[in-house]
């Protein structure tokens, strides 16, 4: 019974981690499902309308555009609006265009037409004398309180100019978490030099190409800019005072643990934002509503008001499906780009918003795996919880589950209205996968008991059988446990060479003299022999027995057994072939117990450590070293001279793997030698990937020569599969 306990603890653990693995590793279908519940949540309970309106979109349209012609339009129209709302009192004019091209209606450009044109010479000197349609837009942007925007750009930079706002920051640089770019792309230098802020354009969609979110803040070509709406924002408060204080990890007040979580807010003013770890702000978008657009032909053509304008932030952009700023958000398939920073800037001032705190992803883990425990014992006691509501104990373990996928989805809810996005769906999912892993075990478990009554009985005509069972039970129970374990895999080089004209007498008693003595050391060193498989050994550490130092066992019994090899060539004089052994080691979690039938069973180790120890013993070959570790097995193994000699990718395996030369003990790492030796053996495997034998054999060479006593045995087992 206890081992049966062991087992189901073990299959809910295994559960309950490969769910917290997989939230941890956080991939697509997982992310976009909890966006979709998020989108659902604003769906149904969006931000309320401001019915002041604070924020407008002066909106170059269909209709504008039918009336004033084709995109883009001359700049002295763009001045006309820009001069029209300065005159209305707007509070703040942004312009949500990148003008970065002269106005190709500028009069330079119309002289130089006119010019070729027969009689018309003095026409073309008056056009000529007139100031540019970029310097009339960039004087009406000099009298009003304007923002011009800029895309950060990867790769290119054009007419990017310096930031206006002015930082204050608490923690780490902001830097190292907001969107990075390498450069930006900004409006010509006459309209950029008026402007009262400039501010980034960029929005990073999710994978689904739905913006949820704006960052901030962003860096172009290293500097540090504010978005479009907080630059608007920062304006409205005073362009000359307000400093923009960024609260980051490690700043008053933040627990990061002397971690660098990133990002925590962001101060305008009286204003405050919380943000995610990266600076962005979650959108709670408000439904559209037309009463927040003004046409850009009524702007030019006198029809809005001074009302509509005056106090209020105004926004220029543009909604014409040709003119291809159009953006997908949870409450709307199609809306322009100008609408999001103007409902981005809406919440700012309502200041209600939603927020996915850092420490969201943490409380779920715990959440999950709190609920999972407690789920899992309740399952494992389904039939005692069934005598107290009066069902089955599968009905009841059911109940159970639905009850706390509710209680998950309430909280989340009620999160949702304070403003807090927490998500519901991931920690349901895995209790309802702790369910269907709990009843499956418990079905499992009762048809195993029935089995095996049925096998008792069975062997009971069997006296010998019988007698077996009385004295060890516990014979015919296959099973193990899951321990991290170190694998050592040792195999003869060159053995058909070595075993060439040898009948089969001899060749078991040459086989027997080598693996003897490696035996020997295994054992010295607590070490359990697997298996023989022909010229190769299987042996491991941490099983049966517990060894808190079964990496470094591992290693000193490599190094023992090169010391023997070394000991039987020279025993056998120069003219005998060398003997030469590849040892492959790793650690790791592995299953070791009884594995087999419960008529034949071994006490064995399983699992992927294994098959990787094996092909690292195979990169002795490739690598000429005769000792080869894995970087768990270094990582266990401190203190021992290794070098790593490169990441390779595995027989088998898709990912490539850190290796390391094991070169010798403590004492050769602490040999004042240790350091140029470490810089050859490097310089060696360098040479080997590098496919120069040549040079490889010279750098061994080298190696050989460094006067470490204790190293010799293995320099000197070295090269042992280079080819010659």
Known sequence: MAKRQTLYVVLMGAVLAAAAALRILDPEPVARLRLAVFDSMLANSPRSIDESFPVRVVDIDEASLAEYGQWPWPRTRLAEIVDRLASAGARTITIDLILAEPDRWNAANIAAELSSVPGLEALAQKAASLPSNDEILARSIGKAPVVLGFAGERGLSRQLADPRAPFAFSGDDPKLFVPAFDGGVGSLPILSREATGIGAVNWLPESDQVVRRVPLLVTAA??????????????????????????????????????????????????VLATDARGELWLKFAPPDARRTISARDVLSGKAGKADIEGRFILIGTSATGLMDLRTTPLAAAVSGVEIHAQALEQMIADDHLVRPAWATGAELAFLLLAGLLAAGLIARSETVA??????????????????????????????????????????????AVYLAGSLTNYIRAETDRARIRSAFGHYVSPTIVEELAASPERLKLGGE?????????????????????????????????????????????????????????????????????ARQACRTALAVQRVIFAMNAARGPDAAPLRLGIGINSGPCVVGNVGSPQRFD?????????????????TKTFGVPIIIGPQTAAGAAGFAFVEIGNATLRGKERSEKLFALVGDEAVAADPEWSRLEMLVTEY????????IIEARRHMAACQAVAIASAQPVLAAAECGLPR
Do not use: C
Not at 485 to 514: C, H, K, P, Q, Y
């Open 222 to 271: 290293g500097k540090l800019f504010p978005s479009l709406s907080l630059e608007t924002l920062r304006i409205a408060q005073g362009p000359g005072t307000t400093i923009l204080v960024v609260r980051s990890s490690g700043g008053s007040g933040i627990l990061s643990f002397g971690e660098q979580t990133g990002i925590d807010s962001i101060r305008a003013g009286e204003v």
């Open 387 to 432: 005598r107290y509501i009066a069902t089955s104990g599968a009905t009841a373990a059911a109940v159970l589950t639905v009850a706390a996928i509710a209680a998950v989805v309430g909280l989340s809810w009620l999160a949702y209205g304070k403003g807090l996005l927490i998500d519901p769906v991931y920690p349901s999912l895995s209790l309802l």
């Open 482 to 550: 899951t321990r991290d374990v170190t694998i050592l895999f040792a195999d003869v080089r060159g053995f058909s060479r070595l075993s060439e004209g040898m009948d089969a007498e001899e060749l078991v008693r040459f086989v027997n003299t080598l693996f003897t003595p490696v035996a020997d050391e295994i054992l010295a060193h607590r070490g359990t022999i697997d298996k023989f498989m022909g010229d190769a050994v299987m042996a491991f550490w941490n099983a049966p027995v517990t060894d808190p130092e079964h």
């Open 603 to 619: 006490y064995s180790v399983l699992g992927d450590v294994v098959n990787t120890a094996s092909r690292i013993e195979e990169m």
């Open 685 to 692: 495997s360098e040479a080997v990937t590098a496919g120069n």
